[in-house]
């Protein structure tokens, strides 16, 4: 009976194919990160460009795009990081079969998702704080 | 028993531990949310797209020569991107929701074929989104120096 028991909490295990998608899914997770970081770069030399432009007829434009810049910078940085060490850790735990750098992998990879739904519930917030806005100025307006 | 059992687990060579269980139920619990939220967020986009298509096509022909691309569009060319890039986008967020109901599925059911249905969603998911972020650098990368 405890055999049987004990059987059925190691049913769920990952086969030969899981393995091959758990594989493609940390290549294809490096990739993205990898393209990640290229953007950040590419978004860095577009901003600078832009503030070499505009620097000159607005200071505060250019504060703005400054810390616009610092802000979609680090939220990049600590995403893309993030699922470069899941794609590494799980590539890891498959290729040589270790159950720690597998777990790592899983836990940075729920922890990417994590800070995705964080990253929409913050845009939905400001959306709808927008949205609250644009109400009360059109309602203000029609009143007066 | 016990020995064959252990032989069984070793040729496996990765456990769905609990601690593995907890992670895969976190991740799928965040993704549900995050594909909710954009089928959510693609209703209104089409929504707005339908109803105020023509408008806003109009309102952008107002604004000068930075949006004069949009002259060249009518309404109705504006409404069909609308809903192919809607349809695009709830297709990808649909991989990732399906990720998210398999492995849930598969974490209370004890079933292998769940398991990896779930992360072949995540791996086209993955792939997906990675061919939009190579075209979308391209195109930054284009703008930026040509």
């Known amino acids: 009976m405890e055999n049987i028991q004990d059987n059925t909490i190691f049913d769920l295990a990952i086969d030969e194919e899981g393995k091959s998608h758990i594989s493609s899914i940390a290549q294809w997770a490096n990739i993205s990160a990898i393209v990640g970081f290229a953007g950040i770069g590419i978004s860095i030399i577009g901003v600078v460009i832009g503030l070499m432009r505009v620097s000159e007829n607005s200071a505060a434009a250019a504060g703005s795009g400054v810390f616009g810049l610092f802000i979609s910078t680090a939220i990049a940085l600590l995403l893309n990081i993030t699922l ?31 800070i995705l739904g964080i990253i929409t519930i913050i845009v939905l917030v400001i959306v709808t704080l927008i949205l609250l806005v644009v109400a009360l100025v059109g309602a203000g307006r029609s009143t007066f | 028993m016990d020995n064959l059992q252990h032989d069984q687990l070793g040729n496996m060579g990765l456990e769905i531990d609990n601690d593995v269980r907890i992670q895969f139920n976190e991740a799928a619990k965040w993704t549900k949310f995050i594909s909710i939220v954009m089928f959510v967020a693609c209703g209104l986009l089409l929504i707005v797209g339908l109803l ?76 997906v989104t990675t061919v939009f972020a190579i075209l979308s650098l391209v195109s930054n990368i284009y703008n930026l120096f040509f």
């Open chain 1, 84 to 114: 470069i060490n899941a794609a590494i850790n799980l590539k890891k735990g498959i290729d040589q079969t270790d159950q720690g750098h597998f777990s790592l992998g899983l836990t940075k990879l729920a922890m990417y998702f994590k």
């Open chain 2, 52 to 127: 105020g298509g023509a408008a806003l096509v109009s309102a952008l022909k107002t604004l000068g020569s930075t949006y004069e691309v949009f002259g060249e569009f009518n309404g109705a060319i504006l409404i069909i991107i609308i809903v192919i890039v809607v349809g695009v986008l709830a297709l990808v967020y649909y991989f990732l929701f399906n990720f998210s109901k398999k492995i849930k599925m598969a974490l209370l059911s004890e079933n292998t074929a769940d398991l990896n249905a779930g992360l072949k969603s995540l791996k086209i998911f993955f792939i």
